[in-house]
């Protein structure tokens, strides 16, 4: 039988239990709970993120009977990698099986020596932004924090592979963005924990401005994210006004742009005394041919923005089959930026690599899916898809 038709939680199975996605403290419950030492759980930890073996008996620093005991409780189980894909610009993709019939993807994008990981928190997403193939999908489950970790704990330990086990191994990922599929603020009590190991220095020591996590602006997680862990954030902003983000991030009708950039104020204040008032919010921005491009656009986010310290990255639409929407002509791109750079803004644009093997921002579906029927049937509750001003250039 099937058993991963049988159990919602695939990362673990039943009679052991999955150490990969506890943080340090919950290790060290796991570790006081049976009888050991707490100190136990650093060792472990260090063992399967940094040197990234998911086999107790290479724990040559543990006695011999807690791994032999371990062996038998205990495993280290990540996500099942069903199809992974490297592309000749460095960047790799795995497809992961999460369930039954459930698949997420994780993508790694490689800039000069920076590794970004794009990470996703949930199977679909059900806040349906109108841009977005995820959400065409809706939503099917959240990922649990070892499938939320496990993404960064295979990517890491593909770097490794066919080396000796190393006990002082460098991390291979350098940056981590929960901008893969799914709404991180939806699955808060999952995403928090696998950021806090992203953070450990004795699991990966990650800095917290290389940690970012994405948000279509849920504004009450968004306070109590400020409450438990300091990361950088990004919020999706795409348009300059509550009229047009209605339309495309349909979550502004229950938190509206006034409240979503008081809520991105608030989250600055709590750290904004040690850092001298540095930090900003990346706002990301769809670019959207003829929808939200235009001058006027851009003047209207200048004022928008004026009391809340962001920077801005402009993303180029990612096409999908069916969507209704195309890509921001380059040159429209670069006369929205010099807008917002004029005003005094960082204004970057997002580059699209990955598109080789289908692994850019929003076409995080995957192949093994049916988007074609998905985005059909959509098209169909909609009815007219909104004109395509201009073609994608
Ligand atoms: N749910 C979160 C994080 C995942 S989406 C969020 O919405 O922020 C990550 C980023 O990709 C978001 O800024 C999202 O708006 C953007 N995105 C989604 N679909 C896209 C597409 N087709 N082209 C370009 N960017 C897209
Ligand atoms: Fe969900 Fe983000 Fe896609 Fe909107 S853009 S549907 S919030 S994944």
Redesign the pocket.
């Known amino acids: 039988m099937n058993d991963t038709a049988l159990s919602p939680s695939p990362v673990s199975t039943a009679s052991r239990v999955n150490l990969l996605g506890m943080t340090r403290t919950q290790m060290e419950e796991f570790f006081v709970s049976i009888g050991e030492k707490k100190f136990r759980a650093q060792q472990v930890i260090k063992w399967i993120h940094q040197i990234g073996v998911d086999d107790f008996a290479l724990m040559t620093n543990v006695s011999k009977a807690l791994r032999e005991r371990l062996a038998q409780i205990a495993e280290i189980r990540g996500p099942e990698v069903v199809h992974r894909e490297y592309s000749t610009d460095g960047t790799r993709k795995w497809v992961m099986k999460v369930g039954n019939n459930a698949m997420v993807e994780t993508v790694l994008i490689p800039d000069g020596h920076r590794k970004t990981l794009c990470v996703s928190s949930q199977v679909g997403?059900a806040?349906?932004?109108s841009f977005?193939s995820?959400?065409k999908q809706g939503f099917q489950r959240d990922l649990t924090a070892a499938e939320i970790i496990g993404q960064v704990w295979i990517a890491n330990r593909s770097f490794f592979e066919g080396e000796p086990i190393r006990e002082n191994r460098e991390r291979a990922i350098t940056n981590v963005v929960m901008m893969g599929?799914?709404?991180p603020l939806l699955n808060f009590d999952n995403v928090v924990p696998a950021m806090q190991l992203m953070l450990d220095d004795f699991a990966y020591g990650m800095s917290k401005r290389r940690v970012t996590l994405s948000t279509?602006g849920i504004v009450p997680m968004l306070d109590r994210l400020g409450e438990e862990i300091d990361v950088a954030l990004a919020v999706?902003l795409h348009a300059p006004n509550d009229a047009l983000r209605d339309e495309l991030?349909p979550v502004n009708r229950k938190y509206p742009l006034e409240e979503l950039l008081a809520a991105c104020r608030r989250y600055l204040g709590r750290f904004q005394s040690e850092e001298g008032g540095r930090r900003r919010i990346t706002m990301e921005y769809v670019m959207l041919a003829g929808v939200n491009d235009t001058p006027a656009h851009a003047r209207e986010l200048v004022r928008l923005l004026r009391d809340t310290p962001s920077k801005l990255n402009l993303i180029p639409f990612n096409p999908f089959p069916h969507a209704p929407y195309a890509r921001s002509s380059r040159e429209d791109i670069l006369a929205f930026q010099k807008i917002l750079a004029d005003a005094g803004y960082i204004c970057t644009i997002r580059s699209t690599r990955g598109d080789d093997i289908d692994a850019a921002c929003g076409q995080l579906v995957g192949q093994v899916q049916d988007r074609t029927r998905r985005a059909e049937r959509w098209q169909a509750k909609q009815g007219n898809p909104r004109e395509i001003i201009r073609s994608a250039s």
């Open positions: 997403c806040l349906d932004c977005c995820t959400g599929m799914g709404e279509s999706s991030v």
